[in-house]
């Protein structure tokens, strides 16, 4: 079946450094991809998507590239601020048998940005 | 507001009964899921409705049911036959088609005492 499997945290990083998050998926076909982020006791934000090969989601200086070859969305950011503490997801969404679409989670990595 | 909205937020249930939680959006999606967030982990979902009046079990349905009525509303039930129903639990609902986002709710915390 579809999995998403992203690098286990947690991650600890000072203000200002370059954050790498890999995510590699396995499915068949052509999945939608998604980084969601969830701050301590909330539900989940989109960050950013893409929806096909090459195609480069970005949002609030975070990016991703949907690399088919590699079958990976690696989240990047160039200078994170203690602001962007929280967990991120990665995941996929592929139709799911008849019209049904379903997202398939990674298990999330936790960062921690300190001053 | 466009939202979906989740309650209540915190619930406590004792041990052999069941308890509803509440989940409505007015986002005009055809698509509502469940998913179980437990600490430390990621998400697995429960149940999930493309269209009303038709739900299928996700990856963990043991133990909860689900209703889909109205397009706004899919209410999840947890049952006195879930083991270890301690959890997050968040409601989401999207378009139905590939590469449509998939926007969640605050969530709810439901506790077993």
């Known amino acids: 079946g579809d999995s998403v499997t992203q690098m286990e945290g947690p991650v600890t990083l000072s203000e200002e450094a370059c954050l790498t998050i890999n995510c590699t998926y396995t499915a068949t076909g052509y999945p939608s991809l998604f980084w969601y982020v969830q701050y301590p006791g909330e539900g989940l934000q989109l960050l950013l998507k893409a929806t096909k090969a090459d195609d480069k989601g970005s949002n609030k200086g975070f990016e991703a590239t949907y690399r088919k070859e590699t079958t990976s969305f690696h989240l990047e950011k160039g200078s994170v601020q203690v602001s962007d503490s929280a967990v991120y997801f990665c995941a996929l969404s592929k139709l799911s048998g008849g019209s049904n679409y379903k997202l398939t989670f990674g298990k999330g990595t936790l960062l921690t940005v300190n001053p | 507001d466009g939202g979906i909205t989740q309650s209540p937020k915190y619930l406590f249930r004792k041990e052999g009964q069941n308890v509803t939680l509440s989940c409505e959006q007015n986002l005009n999606h055809d698509a509502m899921y469940w998913y179980r967030q437990d600490p430390g982990q990621g998400l697995r979902l429960i149940y999930y409705?493309?269209?009303?009046?038709?739900?299928q079990k996700g990856d963990i349905a043991e133990g909860y049911s689900v209703s889909r009525e109205k397009k706004e509303s899919f209410p999840l039930t947890v049952t006195s036959a879930q083991k270890n129903p301690t959890a997050f639990y968040l409601c989401a609902s999207a378009y139905t088609s590939s590469g449509n986002t998939i926007y969640f709710g605050e969530g709810s915390w439901l506790t077993v005492v």
């Open positions: 409705s493309q269209i009303v009046n038709d739900f």
